[in-house]
């Protein structure tokens, strides 16, 4: 505090006329603006004036990082003095489907250390692709005594030993979320680890774990934590065990069941039930793994309030989907899989009025030969039931233009449309003819679209459709399409607010790539792989634009003058230095 | 080249996703799988048949290590039990180079005009998350233990019919039964010799070593042993130094031998488990066979 005193002093006593021009003391400028929490408001308000930067910076207590390349930790922590909370974003977003090479960095142990000599009082992690190992986990955990809560999600690098460090010595610990991560699961011992006198625990998320963890230990931890409201399970407990904790715990807010299907006796099914029923401010439901369509009517009870359903674990049929969803009136965002088929989003339509987003995941994403899952007509019957549709994510086998355009008639306003045909190229069914003018109408018609992700057989015309009419678009996410690097080129001249683009196996080549030499700084990231981009495409690149991290991903055995992977983003901390061998800084 | 059955462990982990090396499905699901700390492990196990799946001669940088060993015998090297799926028409260009040869194979089912089973060949698509994949293999296994187990093989059979066999007094009819420890990961293993069968979880066990002591445990020390049984089974029951050999059905029905693919792509397939008198293994692996017999010299 004392130095922070001194600052503004001093900043007072050098610039009278700025005292004179504004008409607020420091703290009370430092006050308001420390009730402002979207970290693009701030960057806006930091732009200002000096004062205002001043002010911002002191009052920010969060920090949002979406490319941890961007900047380095030193530079954060010498902008930013008084930060509990970090969120940081590692690796491009293709590395979930594994077109990253594990080793490529995006390491937090670098960012640990600085923030253990900057930011002893740091309170939250939270991470999305970033590799981590039971070290900096460990470093962790003893480094910060006012550590209250981490968040991992999609991140790699780590074992239930590094979990095992957090719940060791995190004393005030009160979240702990595990998400979709690639961690090494050596058993469930972990969670013993929370010592007897610990209680504070609010949100324990421990679902992508396989081991079985000590039911008794995670009995008692739940029962002595009088405040949780997120807990989520893994699929080795029980439906007896479930029962068991939520007797313990039916202020649940957010609840992922274990396995949900064990043979239940009639007592004990009541009991389920009779549970269920307590959990009357449950707002959100997942797990349901391998869910038993006779054991799901004891869930309808605790459906009333909820608005979030991810059943994208439960292979559910449409029956069983249908007579769950009478029950979930309120419903904002679900989540399923589709061996609910067409029928089943039919009633996703007749049940969900308020429905928000919808996410359709492939049960079996690989079997082109069985015919099933989810068509165009299932996504034209949500649409038609639920007008306030701003978020899908689809993916089908088929699909057809006409549809799609009824459907974004039907459903103006979204925000994220991401559409998977799955098989690459595929033409409209019925027509036979490319997919170009579906997209076409989703961008004339939903003019707030700021997420797009296409699919299916498509021409440069789709590209042309984007650049021109789709003005609020952020993110686009583009395979197997395209003509000529005219199609880049209309999303890189159009498109004033972009800022990721990835694309893979696309025709898109050194004519596409620099057509975007000034937009890319404006934008977080560009992604290209297994395109027509040769190395002396990103060399001249590299060359013209000195602010960009050019970086190739070398392909063994590959021809030495294309370029297989292209990652660029705009860095303020210059090219990094951990780079392993196979990526080349250019 | 020794010719013995010797287990893989696991996935391939190591495979730098950026092998050229297609990826089928499973390929997919154990490169998920993988994780730093094991990958010495999981490829030092010496000469065994099969390699990371792959369908291709690629055996690049993370295969390096097979290559003292000698010939890879591949799944191409059993030409019965190739995945139909490389056998598609237009798709077996792709199976050379995931991504790359994309491009090309797109424009081969733009001619076609219908699906040609490319998404199965191509990596890190459809964009799926690595651990939702891995949810994945276990759904799409229950769902092929419903169609199998009913003993139907039409693929329009509806699924609601069987789920109703169930009641929440617990009774459940032997269908339902199995369609559950499908889920839970049990599968049936027969013995050539054995009338009664055992059940074995296979989510009980992450690699081919785990599973094979189980097994020997199961039937070395079974009911049974009154009846004549090789007591001596031998702790080898799957390196082809025994009179046996561990095969498993698959969930297209074609009888596999055990240890070629990555375990999590073998549990993600794998419909039940018979111990085979290797003299009926014919076959499944004719170059194994003939090595093998040269190598079996005690008796049983």
């Not at chain 1, 009639?266 to 029923?277: A, G, N, P, Q």
């Not at chain 1, 961008?443 to 590209?463: A, E, I, P, Y």
């Amino acid at each position: 505090m004392g130095s922070s005193e001194l600052k503004r002093s001093k900043d007072s006593v050098s610039s009278d006329e700025s005292a004179r021009r504004s008409s607020f003391p420091d703290e009370v400028l430092e006050r308001v603006l420390s009730l402002l929490k979207p970290h693009r408001d701030r960057s806006s308000v930091s732009l200002v004036c000096k004062d205002w930067y001043n002010a911002e910076r002191w009052s920010r207590t969060h920090v949002f990082i979406g490319n941890c390349y961007s900047v380095s930790p030193e530079i954060v922590a010498r902008r930013f003095p008084r930060i509990r909370s970090v969120t940081l974003k590692g690796k491009p977003r293709f590395s979930d489907f594994n077109l990253v090479p594990e080793n490529w960095g995006a390491d937090i142990h670098s960012w640990l250390v600085v923030f253990a000599a900057k930011y002893p009082f740091l309170e939250e992690l939270r991470l999305k692709r970033m590799a981590i190992s039971d070290e900096s986990l460990e470093f962790l955990a003893i480094s910060f005594p006012n550590f209250k809560a981490l968040s991992l999600l999609s991140c790699d690098g780590f074992s239930t030993n590094g979990l095992a460090a957090i719940a060791t010595h995190c004393k005030n610990l009160t979240e702990l979320d595990i998400q979709e991560n690639g961690v090494y699961d050596k058993g469930g011992s972990w969670l013993s680890c929370f010592p007897e006198s610990f209680t504070s625990l609010e949100v324990l998320n421990f679902a992508n774990l396989t081991s079985d963890i000590n039911f008794d230990a995670l009995e008692k931890l739940v029962g002595r934590c009088k405040s949780m409201r997120v807990l989520k399970l893994n699929r080795s407990v029980s439906l007896e065990q479930l029962q068991r904790l939520l007797v313990n715990a039916p202020r649940l807010a957010e609840l992922g069941t274990g396995s949900f299907s064990q043979e239940l006796t009639i007592r004990e099914y009541e009991e389920l039930e009779s549970t269920l029923s307590n959990c009357k401010i449950m707002h959100t439901l997942s797990g349901l793994w391998d869910a038993k369509g006779i054991y799901l009517p004891t869930l309808y009870p605790a459906c009333s309030n909820l608005t979030f359903l991810n059943l994208s674990y439960a292979a559910l049929q449409s029956v069983e989907l249908a007579k769950l969803l009478a029950h979930c009136p309120r419903l904002k965002r679900l989540w399923v899989l589709d061996t609910v088929e067409d029928k089943g989003l039919e009633a996703v339509g007749l049940n969900c009025p308020l429905l928000e987003e919808l996410r359709v995941f492939p049960a079996d994403p690989f079997d082109d030969e069985i015919v099933h899952g989810v068509t165009e007509a299932g996504f034209l019957a949500v649409s038609f039931g639920c007008p306030r549709l701003h978020y899908v994510l689809y993916f089908c086998r088929q699909m057809t233009n006409a549809a799609v355009a009824t459907i974004v008639q039907n459903c103006p306003d979204f925000t994220h449309f991401r559409l998977c045909i799955m098989n690459p190229g595929q033409p409209d069914y019925l027509t036979n003819e490319p997919m170009d003018e579906a997209f076409g109408a989703v961008v004339k018609t939903c003019t707030k679209l700021q997420r797009l992700s296409v699919s299916g057989l498509l021409t440069d015309l789709t590209f042309e459709y984007i650049g021109r009419y789709a003005k609020n678009l952020e993110t686009l996410s583009v395979a197997f399409a395209g003509r000529s690097d005219w199609g880049m080129q209309c999303v890189l001249g159009g498109c004033p607010k972009l800022r990721k683009l990835e694309i893979r196996d696309c025709p898109f080549g050194n004519a596409a790539l620099l057509s975007g030499l000034e937009k890319y700084e404006s934008m977080r990231s560009l992604w290209m792989s297994a395109c027509n981009v040769t190395m002396n495409g990103c060399r001249l690149l590299a060359r013209e634009m000195p602010r960009l991290n050019v970086e190739v991903m070398k392909e063994d055995g590959s021809d030495d003058t294309q370029a297989y992977k292209v990652y660029v983003y705009r860095s303020i901390a210059g090219p990094r230095r951990d780079a392993p061998p196979s990526v080349l800084t250019l | 080249m020794e010719g013995r059955l010797v287990l893989l462990g696991g996935g391939s982990s190591g495979v730098s996703t950026t092998e050229s090396a297609v990826l089928s499905k499973v390929e997919v699901v154990s490169e998920a799988c993988s994780y730093p700390a094991e990958s010495e492990l999981e490829l030092g196990l010496g000469l065994s048949l099969g390699g990371g799946g792959g369908s291709t001669g690629n055996t690049k940088a993370a295969n390096s290590s097979w290559g003292e060993c000698g010939r890879i015998l591949t799944a191409k090297d059993f030409p019965s039990v190739v995945s139909h799926r490389t056998n598609n028409g237009g798709s077996s260009s792709v199976a050379v180079s995931g991504t790359k040869r994309a491009a090309e194979t797109e424009s081969v089912s733009h001619d076609s005009g219908s699906p040609t089973g490319v998404s199965s060949q191509v990596v890190g698509w459809p964009p799926i998350r690595a651990y939702r994949m891995n949810s994945l293999v276990n759904q799409a296994k229950a769902q092929r233990g419903d169609e199998l187990e009913s003993g139907i093989g039409e693929k329009d059979k509806p699924k609601d019919a069987l789920k109703k066999k169930l009641d929440y007094n617990g009774k459940q009819t032997s269908s339902a039964t199995v369609n559950e420890k499908a889920y839970l990961g049990f599968v049936k293993v027969n013995m050539d010799g054995i009338p009664i069968g055992r059940k074995v979880d296979l989510n009980a066990h992450s690699s081919y070593e785990g599973l094979a002591q189980a097994l020997e445990d199961m039937f070395l020390r079974s009911a049974n042993s009154a009846e004549k049984e090789p007591l001596t089974m031998a702790s080898k029951l799957l390196d082809g130094s025994s009179e046996f050999v561990l095969t498993y059905e698959d969930k297209e029905g074609d009888w596999m031998l055990v240890g070629d693919v990555p375990w999590r792509m073998f549990v993600g397939s794998v419909r039940r488990l018979r111990i085979m008198r290797t003299s009926e293994a014919n076959g499944l692996a004719p170059r194994f066979n003939e090595s093998n017999d040269r190598q079996r010299s005690k008796p049983i």
